[in-house]
């Protein structure tokens, strides 16, 4: 028996499915993409022409077609909605589920989400639709989706199979049945395993689990998955402020945004602006980066300013200048480091973080031990190598000493303030920071020179 | 009504629950901890002193002390469990899952683990437990659990439906019902809405879904995320090389691998070399920061010696100094840039990435524009600001510009070759290569002058 695997794209298939495009051999399309899984139909789209992918999303079954869209990356999406009619994008979105619908709209210029709107032809999931594009992207109410099955607690289990059944062409994946009073508020979840093990008289009251987690529909995105990942959760249900069921997350979107908020933070971290990838145009590449290149260049030209204002000093002991690189590389390490880890225990914020003494308190150890094993061994270093005169490489070590010091300072106190006014604390691990300490490690190495070389 | 909320920690409750247990006051701390979801009675124990957490444990329910210890975080579950006796270790891992079970085991010593495993009573569970043992932490087998719902293509509904009920207390959530021949070969999927809306005279043959997605037993971890995602799987089987079902990994376990390597792959790049946090002590947040900084420091002297050995040109003309921290850090920033967008793309691999000569060009474009702007600005920034002459700007634009060149090819290269011997890419936005960046564009700066200054 052949073993069941995932889907492998070869580059073969792919030659032999451009041929029947070529040759307009419909049958022969259709059944290349038999029984493919719709996330590698998109990945074969990902491969095609325009031209072609056009060809063939017109060519299969509609349900199929609107599957297939959703599963393709948000930039080939743009682009290929861009060559479709408003009333076939109309058919498709009807045929997703709600959230799925709500994205490609969000995609779509003004002007012609208000045509597509007009289009649709089922009041239900048009309503529906409408609902969540209200609430911002980012949110509980942005990524939720309003297909789920909802059970009235006095119902029994036939009544609510009956429901199943109703629903079941909607709701593709049922993970609890949530259990709300006559005011549609939430009360509580049943397991299927519980619907298919009960007596079919049994009432859903008697028998559904009234610990639920429930996130408000205004919730931050990466907060909604940090209590599904606290909780386990397959799926949460979304309530308004009066406890009303209005939605259902489940966990494969949350797998998503995880995903995105580390990506992001990544990014964030590299200085580069903009959510960009390697398929990216050459200009958009380029404008993602060079604004914190840029910065990074102002911080090198003031540096220069900076070292300048020494001139004198530096060319009686050209030695200085050696060891610049060694001050503000080592300034630039300490601070991703400190920073890294407060980003990182904020990301997992608990019930009782540590204070804001007691981090400060431990930062200052761990850069003091840190800055006492790096200045000795680089006091040791300078003497023993180069052979400079020990007063010299106190002067460099005692200046690494306080850099380390301060940039573990910098490190850990900059994310901690970004948070506090709502911005991505992954910053500070960023070029920015690293340029301030650069800044900042010069001053330090310049004045500790300066007074003890007395020039 | 009462709206159902998460469960919030106070400092109050923290009390009152320490001054129960003070008191030995075992109703009033059964009754603080009745309803609270495990996850937070974890997070409670991890506010307790050891002794509290061991007195509290003893107390609960066995079944809620096990569920409760596969919440708590590695150290603390480390340490909790040196305090009881091997004989209460098996009695909880009993009745784990599977998989948890192996967790709880693989951190025991070895000694303690073959003692706690002579306690077993049970024989199918310590069978299974063992058999996880054998795989690879970080592989499918090391993630999937043992518990899940098989059955017979042969079988009707109603044998299906008495198998759930065997095995209800055991598979805690079930997503799909695994179809499997004599041989016990996977053949296919039933979601339990098909089951539930299928007659009971049914046979599970005629309503299985042939396009299940599995993965062999020792695929990484991250690759069975990857798939997972792709195909917004809530579960996944895992099997054999012979295809024979061996057990099952549910998306919550996914959602902590995503997690990890994330934080790994920041770690990674911010130059901390163990896996750590805040609340380690002092002694450890040092040594696994400690190795990556000496490694700096060694670049930094490198450094200073290659400088050195430029003496004679630089006590000329002294401004060359000026403009090293602006060569270092621009070639920092490039390379990290690079190397982050590689390491991103490799972690999203698709079936046809682009080649090795196409992210020669592109990268090769995007860096050319890039150095242009920059250097062209820092040619009108020195003549415009500081006013030094012409061919003294030219060369340190002309240095800024090869720099960023050279910078983004090793930033693009780096962590492809690091990828092939199958070392973590992510190291290469790290300091390391920050680190060789610095030498090889003081390297640049410095011939760059030479040459054209004739010094």
Redesign the interface.
């Known amino acids: 028996?052949e073993?069941?695997?995932?889907f492998?794209?070869s580059k073969e298939y792919l030659e032999s499915l451009q041929l029947g495009i070529e040759l307009e051999n419909v049958d022969f399309i259709r059944e290349s993409l038999d029984?493919v899984?719709v996330?590698d139909i998109a990945?074969i789209l990902?491969?095609l022409t325009m031209q072609e992918s056009v060809y063939v999303l017109r060519l299969l079954e509609k349900q199929l077609a609107a599957d297939i869209l959703i599963e393709l990356d948000e930039t080939t999406l743009s682009k290929v909605l861009r060559e479709f009619e408003n009333t076939e994008i109309a058919v498709w979105i009807e045929l997703m589920d709600s959230d799925d619908g709500a994205d490609i709209l969000n995609l779509l210029s003004e002007k012609d989400r208000e045509e597509v709107i007009s289009e649709f032809q089922d009041r239900i999931k048009s309503e529906q639709i409408l609902e969540l594009l209200r609430y911002e992207e980012d949110t509980a109410g942005g990524i939720m989706a309003k297909e789920f099955i909802r059970a009235n607690k006095n119902w029994n289990v036939i009544q609510t199979?009956n429901e199943?059944?109703r629903q079941?062409e909607n709701v593709e994946?049922?993970?609890s049945i949530y259990v709300v009073?006559n005011k549609q508020?939430?009360?509580?979840r049943v397991?299927?395993?519980k619907?298919?093990?009960a007596a079919s008289e049994t009432r859903i009251e008697d028998i559904y689990d009234?610990?639920?987690?429930?996130v408000p529909v205004h919730l931050d995105q990466e907060e909604v998955?940090t209590?599904?990942?606290?909780?386990?959760?397959?799926s949460v249900p979304v309530?308004n402020a009066k406890?009303k069921l209005v939605g259902r997350i489940?966990?494969?979107d949350?797998?998503?945004v995880?995903?995105e908020e580390?990506?992001e933070?990544?990014?964030a971290?590299?200085?580069?602006s903009d959510t960009?990838?390697?398929?990216d145009s050459?200009?958009k590449?380029?404008r993602a980066?060079?604004p914190?290149?840029?910065i990074?260049?102002v911080?090198?030209?003031l540096?220069?300013?900076f070292?300048?204002f020494f001139?004198e000093g530096?060319?009686k002991v050209?030695?200085?200048?050696?060891?610049?690189?060694?001050?503000?590389?080592?300034g630039?390490?300490?601070g991703?480091?400190s920073?890294?880890?407060?980003?990182?225990?904020l990301a997992?914020k608990?019930?009782?973080d540590?204070s804001l003494s007691q981090?400060f308190i431990?930062g200052l150890?761990?850069a003091l031990?840190?800055g006492l094993?790096?200045s000795v061994?680089?006091f040791g270093?300078?003497v023993l190598?180069?052979g400079n005169e020990v007063k010299f490489a106190l002067v460099v070590s005692i200046a690494l000493f306080s850099v380390v010091l301060l940039a573990s300072f910098m490190g850990t106190f900059t994310p901690l303030v970004l948070d506090k006014f709502g911005i991505n604390p992954a910053l500070a691990?960023g070029?920015f920071i690293?340029?301030a300490n650069?800044l900042l490690g010069?001053a330090v190495y310049f004045l500790v020179a300066m007074s003890l070389l007395s020039i």
């Open positions: 028996m073993p069941i695997k995932q492998e794209l029984g899984n996330a990945a990902d491969e199979i199943i059944r079941a994946k049922i993970y009073n508020q939430l009360l509580g397991s299927l395993k619907i298919i093990l009234e610990d639920v987690v429930s998955a209590v599904m990942r606290k909780y386990d959760l397959e309530v406890n489940t966990v494969d949350i797998l998503d995880v995903q580390a990506d933070d990544i990014q971290m590299s200085g580069i960009v990838d390697e398929y050459v200009i590449l380029t980066r060079l914190w290149l840029l990074g260049i911080g090198g030209l540096g220069a300013g070292i300048g001139e530096l060319s050209t030695a200085l200048a050696f060891f610049i690189p060694l001050i503000t590389a080592t630039g390490n300490v991703i480091q920073s890294t880890l407060v980003v990182q225990s997992n608990s019930a009782f540590n981090r431990k150890l761990v031990l840190n094993v790096l061994f680089v270093m300078i190598l180069y691990s070029p690293t340029t650069d010069l």
